[in-house]
């Protein structure tokens, strides 16, 4: 298994701003996923952050937007940078081990 | 391109009763399938998956799924509702010809809430 924690749990931002989110898994892995889940919604892949690159987004997203940090093996960091009411949503990090993904326990966020 | 299709987005069944969440992949090569479950304010949680082993996969809480190839389905049953299983159900895909990561990317279904009556 894994064991993944994300910082802040929640938060709610004034437009215009930009939040860093920060996610740590227990041991090393060689890729991390971010996802967004809007209100209501499924989950769309946002990016795959390996170490040592520039990550992969999906199409849809982009770096300016949002950008991502993995500076070593157990930790990456999401950026949503000039927010707006519509970024509201769960954003999630992932990892794989062992052929199953798993999920940290979100971050809520709330754009004002 | 593979998709996820969930039939209905709100199942709703009694205390005791079975319950069946649908799910229908689309997809060129046979895929990886998963069911995940989310409850409420909480991260999502692996209920079972299907990587090319056994068309039966059994899970956690008692629940299981078949992978049926000739409906493209991967429909999620458990014989016994209990109240505690009332959540977010998602249906995922991920594509084991993706690379280095064979389930990494996963493209998730839009969702059933399963509400369970007493």
């Known amino acids: 298994s894994a064991v993944i924690s994300q910082k802040p749990s929640r938060d709610i931002c004034q437009r215009g701003t930009s939040l860093t989110i920060q996610c740590q898994v227990d041991?090393?892995?060689?890729?991390m996923f971010w996802y967004r889940q809007q209100p209501g919604q499924s989950l769309t892949l946002i990016a795959t952050?390996?170490?040592?690159?520039?990550?992969?987004?999906e199409s849809g997203f982009v770096i300016d937007k949002f950008p991502i940090s993995r500076p070593n093996l157990t930790f990456s960091t999401l950026t949503v940078s000039n927010m707006s009411p519509e970024d509201s949503s769960i954003y999630l990090c992932?990892?794989?081990?062992?052929?199953?993904?798993?999920f940290g326990p979100g971050t809520r966020l709330t754009v004002t | 391109a593979q998709s996820v299709t969930q039939l209905g987005s709100h199942v709703s069944v009694s205390e005791g009763a079975l319950v069946l969440l649908r799910c229908n992949y689309s997809s060129s090569v046979p895929p990886y399938l998963f069911w995940y479950v989310q409850y409420p304010n909480q991260g999502l949680q692996l209920l079972l998956k299907y990587t090319s082993a056994a068309t039966l996969v059994k899970g956690i809480n008692g629940f299981e799924a078949e992978f049926k190839k000739s409906e493209t389905s991967f429909h999620l049953t458990k014989p016994s509702a209990h109240m505690s299983d009332a959540a977010e159900y998602f249906c995922a895909v991920s594509d084991p010809n993706a690379g280095s990561s064979n389930t990494g990317k996963l493209i998730f279904g839009q969702g059933t809430t399963l509400q369970v009556k007493p």
């Open positions: 041991s090393q892995v060689t890729m």
């Open positions: 992932s990892v794989e081990r062992g052929m199953e993904q798993y």
């Open positions: 952050a390996n170490q040592g690159s520039e990550a992969t987004y």
